[in-house]
């Protein structure tokens, strides 16, 4: 196994030397979520994997979750769904739909959110189509002071559809809905496994600073999304076919480019609740 660590920061890296095809062993396995805790966006260079394969590899880091939108689901598997260029809003007005192109962390809008999100590069444009993603541990630590005490204790609203919102999100069904009430989280989390403090941020989906009249507290998380997606905390990932890069929603935020026009692009993803095997 290689690793090779990918932009600066130490944000980021890549395995090779890995047959994901066969079964990794134990050891390797281990070695696999060593590398993800160091690394907390890792991306796995695969030679092509089935589906099942997919599931299999995600199984090394903790257990997947069923998908909440039944319209993205994959018709054999209820814990992959598309991330696709064909995607429309089918309960709703049936316009196109690019799954997060905005800053964002997966599932912030649930009181359990998912700890990890894997996408595997099933169908990559010629051009564009990147994911970006932000450190929130190196945003966290280099607060200024000033802003940092505006924010310390204080906890957020995240639901599935703010009234801040910026991207685009599929209507639910009532049953949807039903599975997703508004959730309530703090702004600065500590890690439960690194003990590292992180930004908690969903410019997307946090509707309000909780205990904080709006007036003030928009201007304040507006202040504070740009802080954390400062150029120097950023990565970038350009896609080969068949990588799965699996991230830590829990010190990340992640961004689609939505710029590869009428291209073709097919991700799969997987988002991870429970724990890994032990
Ligand atoms: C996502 O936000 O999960 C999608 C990222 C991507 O499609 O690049």
Not at 51 to 71: D, I, K, T
Not at 241 to 253: G, K, L, S
Request: hydrophobic share 35%; aromatic share 8%; charged share 30%.
């Amino acid at each position: 196994m290689q690793l090779r660590p990918l932009g600066d920061g130490g944000l980021a890296a890549e395995i090779a030397g890995i047959d994901f095809a066969a079964p990794p062993a134990t050891e390797v396995a281990a070695d696999l979520r060593r590398a993800f805790a160091e690394h907390p966006v890792l991306c796995l260079r695969t030679d092509g994997l089935t589906p099942a394969g997919y599931l299999a590899v995600a199984r090394l880091f903790g257990e997947p979750n069923l998908q909440l939108l039944r319209s993205a689901r994959h018709p054999d598997h209820d814990e992959i769904s598309y991330i696709a260029s064909r995607l429309r809003d089918e309960l709703g007005d049936g316009r196109r739909v690019v799954p997060g192109a905005e800053w964002h962390t997966d599932d912030s809008y649930l009181q359990r959110p998912c700890w990890a999100t894997m996408l595997y590069a099933n169908i990559i444009p010629e051009s564009g189509g990147d994911t970006e993603f932000a450190d929130m541990y190196r945003a966290c630590a280099a607060l200024p002071a000033a802003l940092r005490q505006r924010i310390e204790g204080r906890r957020a609203a995240h639901t599935y559809l703010s009234r801040r919102n910026i991207n685009f999100v599929p209507k639910r069904s009532a049953e949807e809905e039903a599975e997703s009430p508004p959730a309530s989280h703090p702004l600065i989390c500590r890690h439960p496994d690194t003990g590292r403090e992180a930004l908690y941020l969903n410019p997307n989906r946090i509707e309000r600073i909780e205990g904080m009249p709006d007036e003030q507290g928009d201007p304040l998380l507006d202040e504070l999304f740009a802080f954390a997606v400062r150029p120097e905390f950023l990565y970038r990932h350009e896609w080969r076919p068949h990588d799965i890069v699996i991230w830590d929603n829990r010190c990340t935020m992640h961004k689609a480019t939505d710029d590869y026009g009428g291209q073709k692009r097919e991700m799969l993803r997987v988002l991870i609740d429970g724990p890994p095997p032990r």
